[in-house]
């Protein structure tokens, strides 16, 4: 019954704030847009379409704000007024009582908190719709004292949010069903997607893992401090880790004063991300600015600190070579090599033709070569060409989509610190050093030395394989025989190919290197 008026709530907010005109321009059925004119009677739409839409999903709740949250990164379905008005969306939302954070605490630990921490503020430091965070103190495994940050779920959460998804696929349904538009907006693939990702929010120790991985890969690099888990603290609802002191990235007249490099700050901050998405594949993708420090330590002055790992991205080789080909293809204003990576890659159908989709691309791109090589932005680059892929039918991945968007938040909070930030010679030599590993030898030599431990276990067994083989074998002599010989002549084309192709291979690349540094940059 609940869910019913819940329901007809969500119907009234989205007719009050004239949201049918934005998803639904035109319903299939007249019907319908006859009992729509009936149901609002009389309401003003002055305010954009956007603005609209941020107040009514602000009206409907936290669920419903973290959904345009996530739409607003959506560059590829949602139009760019839109996006920019559902970025602008906060969860402002009261803590919860801390007496509750302490019983969801003391439910996951099976103890009383005083046998938990050696002291825990009951004040929060901050709230959102998910989880708050209060600063405390544990004992580690070597009896030392250490500061800490409690991350606690809201309780309940699963059931709020199991509910409004529940709603959201309903309406999704509707929308697809309904109206014209609905095919293209996808939008029950959308909420299912934002339906993974709030569950995958509900998981404290993934979000946890996420951090423990992200450490490990930035250790060395002496660029960002990301907090120690204390894995033993940490639970599906409560995360514990090291407590982080800094100053907010916000506050640029508070570090200049301190002393800090800022231009070399937005340097490092291109060179974090570009090695997290080029050297390691597996990037922080919640970049915004409350999540973002800088330490005044004297052991770690003017490094950034890094919090929330609750949305890191992962790409896969193929996507890297996606994007740096793409890159590449694009300062060097080759459309039509940016349409044929589209074309080979699948990414757009096999029936498209090369010029028209070059055409497309050259329209999209060649107008920011009117400025600055220094002033031009990759996260807009990618996003238009996201937005022009969409009219030949591509489907954007996901987790290309989170880069972009990452990549946009980075290009900002570089140029708000530097606004003389070169962002493409501080990229430059990561795809740079990335294209040459994966077309020179190395690439040879890493493939060779990963498949060495496979050789190393398969050739001492092969007598026992071959036995086996003769043993399993109770055919005719003369067929096994010839079998066997077929088996050879097979290897043997085998290994010859194998020679020629790595001679071929490995020659073909020392003179693709040669050029690339010639030529490419
Ligand atoms: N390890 C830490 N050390 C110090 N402060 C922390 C730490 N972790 C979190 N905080 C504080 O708590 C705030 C919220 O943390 P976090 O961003 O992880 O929570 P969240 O619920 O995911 O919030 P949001 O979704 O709004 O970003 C941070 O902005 C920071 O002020």
Redesign the pocket.
């Known amino acids: 019954m609940s869910r019913f008026f819940r329901g007809l709530t969500i119907v009234w907010v989205v007719l009050r704030y004239g949201l049918d005109e934005l998803v639904l321009s035109g319903f299939k059925h007249p019907s319908l847009n006859t009992l729509r004119r009936v149901l609002t009677i009389g309401r003003k739409l002055e305010a954009p379409r956007g603005e609209r839409l941020r107040e009514a999903l602000e009206q409907l709740g936290p669920i419903f704000v ?1 959904f345009g949250q996530v739409l607003s990164t959506r560059s590829d379905l949602m139009p760019p007024d839109v996006a920019q008005e559902l970025a602008k969306l ?2 402002r939302v009261p803590p919860f009582d801390s007496q509750i954070a302490i019983e969801t605490i003391e439910r996951n630990f099976r103890k009383p908190l005083d046998q938990i921490f050696v002291s825990f503020e009951r004040t ?10 209060h ?1 405390a103190t544990v004992r580690d495994r070597d009896g030392q004292e250490r500061e ?2 409690v ?1 606690v779920l809201r309780p309940g959460m699963k059931k709020v949010i199991d509910k409004d998804v529940a709603l959201m696929y309903m309406m999704a349904g509707w929308v697809e069903k309904l109206s014209n538009e609905g095919k293209r907006l996808k939008p029950l693939q959308v909420v299912a997607e934002f339906d993974n990702y709030l569950h995958d ?1 509900l998981d404290l120790i993934r ?1 946890a893992s996420n951090a423990a991985q992200l450490r490990r890969n930035m250790d060395g690099l002496n660029l960002v401090l990301i ?1 120690e888990i204390f894995w033993d603290y940490c639970h599906a609802e409560v995360m514990v ?6 100053v ?1 990235i916000s506050q640029v007249d508070r570090l200049r004063e301190a002393g800090v490099d800022i231009p070399k700050l937005a340097r490092d901050g291109v060179t974090l991300f570009f090695t997290q998405v080029f050297r390691d594949g597996f990037f922080h993708a ?1 970049m ?1 600015p ?2 973002i ?1 800088v330490s005044l330590d004297a052991a770690t002055f003017g490094r950034y ?1 890094s ?4 949305i890191v991205g992962t790409l896969t080789e193929f996507d890297k070579e996606y994007l740096a080909q793409n890159f590449l293809a694009f300062f060097r204003r080759d459309y039509k090599r940016v349409a044929a990576l589209h074309i080979e890659s699948g990414w757009v159908p096999a029936t498209t033709r090369v010029e028209e989709l070059e055409a497309a691309i050259r329209a999209v791109c060649e107008p920011y070569f009117d400025r600055p090589l220094a002033e031009i932005s990759l996260g807009m680059v990618l996003m238009r060409l996201f937005q022009t892929s969409r009219r030949f039918q591509v489907e954007i991945q996901p987790q290309l989509v989170l880069l972009q968007k990452t990549l946009l938040n980075i290009e900002g909070l570089g140029r708000q610190l530097d606004p003389n930030l070169d962002l493409w010679s501080t990229a430059k030599p990561f795809l740079e050093k990335w294209m040459l590993e994966q077309m020179g030898p190395q690439r040879f030599w890493r493939e060779l030395q990963a498949e060495a431990p496979r050789y190393a276990k398969l050739i001492p067994e092969l007598p026992r394989l071959v036995y086996g083989y003769l043993q399993q074998k109770n055919g005719s002599d003369q067929q096994l025989v010839q079998e066997l010989l077929r088996e050879q002549r097979r290897t043997n084309r085998l290994l010859q190919g194998l020679i020629y192709g790595g001679l071929g291979f490995v020659l073909g690349m020392l003179a693709m290197q040669v050029l690339t540094r010639i030529r490419i940059f």
């Open positions: 973290k906060q969860d929060p430091v901050a709230s959102a719709s998910i989880a708050q965070v600063f800490v940050a991350k929010e979000e907090p880790m090291e407590r982080m002191k800094g907010p919640d915004h409350g999540n420090m600190i919090l929330d790992f609750g």
